[in-house]
């Protein structure tokens, strides 16, 4: 196997020896993300593989669509090997279409989440002088006008492709059903170091990407696979968006594929939604944050919908309160598997037969053997088993660095090539891992994760601001909610004003701060950095 080479495509490589040692192992071998599908049309070419809505797609079909669909971008859009794309798809069968379709011409797929808005993918677009941008419209969202303004800007924006109700379109866009051709060979994927960008929650000012190798995803899935017993019989429902890591891979739509099993698409996370779809669908396996976990308790025992086919719950993405955790087999009747993971890599489950106790109370252990992980201090020095440390992974499917950020890998890897995942955790006797804090400057708000510098860069921006800070504070049903404290020199606008002009901005509606206050000075640390948790008090 060819061994991803150059820095210069901003792709930092496995070094030789860990990639011989990994290939060596088995865990990475030649097949590519669209092979595993074709594999899989190969032995279950009848079977159901996806539903979305009232449509369905078997294996074969799947696997044939996304052949003319990967034609078509290649003749009609004249996209190749190398281009990137950037995908704004809600949780309907295109997203899955167009990202095998992608890969399999060597387009490398940027996977945005449809919560983000035109900020995020104007800067995805720019960043990775995408020539593509496939959306569809969203309740709620005017994602053709998204779409517009940033192909305006963006000289190197040369298409979009759109998804959806052709009346709603933007003007020029192409319609993704008009790029099925039948019959139409595609030219072989020229071999590219990495397949697609994931997307990091980040701490910094700017959104980072995720560079993920065919190779590398592919073996965190089958590694997931063989954790969760994904099977030809596993009936998948897609709750979270169809993009995220978790769904997508921690085993999610690609272990179900892989196996055989079929994907259920939520078009909404409700209770309700997803709970007709289990009954409909006898779906056995589904993946939540916790918040919509606790949703899901409490529509249980009134819902009118049977629900009896669900085996197990995953849960993931922020911290599970163990008094939630406890209440998830009494009340759904199914084993809860909690999910600790990150679109850098390391995934750690809780397993099937685990003890009861370590189900609620850990967030389980690394999937793979060849997992490496550290727990350190702030010298970098391991601590004592049972003293909560900072967690550092290197291993077979956690990325060397992300794309195109020298100066930000300086600081998110060490020594090694370990990941510091800024996350605090114990290791318990046992070997399972509890996430305990985290020393990142992050907001982890229900499982979507806020930078906090890139807000207050963002709200620095505003004429009255003189100073800002953005902090998480608890919140019972979030985890977290996040709070700006703003200095303001003369006039305060109003805590509204200042959501409407971070709106206003085209960011997620997820970062726009839930509290906004004012502060005369912000509290500073003896080195002059500003304080948080000095100012978590003063909220
Ligand atoms: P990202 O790097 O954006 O993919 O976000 C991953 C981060 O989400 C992790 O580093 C943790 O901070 C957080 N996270 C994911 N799963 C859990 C979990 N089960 N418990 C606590 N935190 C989690
Ligand atoms: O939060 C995450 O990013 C996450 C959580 C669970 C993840 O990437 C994953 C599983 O793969």
Redesign the pocket.
């Given at each position: 196997m060819k061994l991803p080479s150059m820095k210069a495509s901003g792709f930092t490589p496995w070094p030789e020896e860990a990639v011989r040692q990994y290939q060596e192992a088995g865990y990475w071998t030649e097949q590519t993300i669209p092979e595993m599908l074709e594999a899989s049309a190969g032995t279950y070419p009848e079977q159901v593989a996806l539903v979305s809505g009232d449509q369905q797609w078997t294996y074969q079909a799947l696997a044939d669509q996304v052949d003319e669909l990967a034609a078509g971008f290649q003749q009609t859009l004249k996209l190749k090997a190398g281009d990137k794309a950037v995908l704004h798809l809600p949780n309907i069968g295109a997203f899955y279409l167009s990202f095998f379709a992608l890969l399999k011409i060597g387009v490398q797929p940027v996977l945005a989440l449809p919560a983000h808005r035109y900020y995020e993918i104007r800067y995805f677009c720019h960043f990775t002088e995408a020539k593509a941008l496939i959306t569809a419209p969203q309740m709620g969202v005017d994602t053709a006008d998204i779409a517009q303004k940033v192909a305006n800007e963006l000289p190197t924006l040369e298409t979009i492709v759109w998804a959806g109700d052709n009346s709603l379109k933007p003007t020029g866009s192409v319609d993704l059903d008009s790029l099925f051709l039948s019959n139409a060979a595609t030219e072989p994927m020229q071999e590219q170091d990495f397949a697609f960008f994931q997307?990091?929650?980040?701490t910094t000012g700017t959104p980072k990407l995720i560079p993920r190798t065919h190779t590398d995803y592919l073996y965190s899935v089958r590694a997931s696979n063989d954790v969760c017993k994904f099977s030809h019989q596993t009936r998948y429902l897609c709750v979270l968006p169809a993009a995220h890591?978790f769904p997508l891979s921690s085993p999610g739509a690609l272990g179900c594929f892989m196996a055989g099993g079929m994907v259920v698409l939520s078009p909404d996370p409700s209770p309700q939604t997803a709970f007709q779809l289990i009954e409909n669908h006898q779906i056995t396996v589904a993946a939540l944050v916790p918040p919509l976990a606790l949703l899901w308790l409490d529509e249980a025992p009134r819902t009118q919908y049977d629900i009896s086919s669900l085996q197990v719950l995953q849960?993931?993405?922020?911290?599970?309160s163990e008094a939630a955790a406890r209440r998830v087999k009494p009340t759904l009747n199914c084993t809860l598997q909690?999910?600790?993971?990150?679109?850098?890599g390391l995934v750690n489950y809780t397993r099937l037969d685990d003890p009861d106790s370590v189900i609620v109370s850990t967030?389980g252990r690394p999937m793979s053997p060849a997992d490496e992980i550290l727990v350190v201090n702030e010298m970098g020095e391991p601590v004592p088993q049972g003293t909560a440390g900072m967690l550092c992974a290197r291993g077979p499917y956690t990325i060397r660095g992300y794309y195109n950020a020298p100066e930000h890998n300086q600081r998110s890897f060490i020594t090694g090539g370990y990941y510091r995942?800024?996350?605090v955790v114990v290791l318990t006797k046992e070997g399972n891992l509890q996430?305990v804090g985290?020393d990142k400057e992050?907001i982890?708000r229900g499982g979507e994760?806020i930078a906090a510098q890139e807000i207050e860069n963002h709200l620095m921006v505003h004429d009255a601001v003189h100073d800002a800070a953005v902090i998480a504070i608890p919140d019972d049903y979030l985890g977290e909610r996040s709070c700006a404290a703003l200095v303001c020199l003369e006039d305060k606008p109003k805590p509204i004003e200042i959501k409407r002009f971070l709106r206003n901005r085209g960011l997620a509606e997820f970062k726009i701060p839930d509290r906004v206050i004012f502060v005369d000075v912000l509290p500073k640390t003896p080195v002059g950095k500003i304080n948080k948790n000095k100012l978590l008090e003063l909220v």
């Open positions: 997307l990091s929650g980040g890591n849960v993931g993405g922020a911290r599970f909690q999910v600790f993971g990150m679109a850098e967030q995942t800024g996350d996430v985290r992050q982890n994760k």
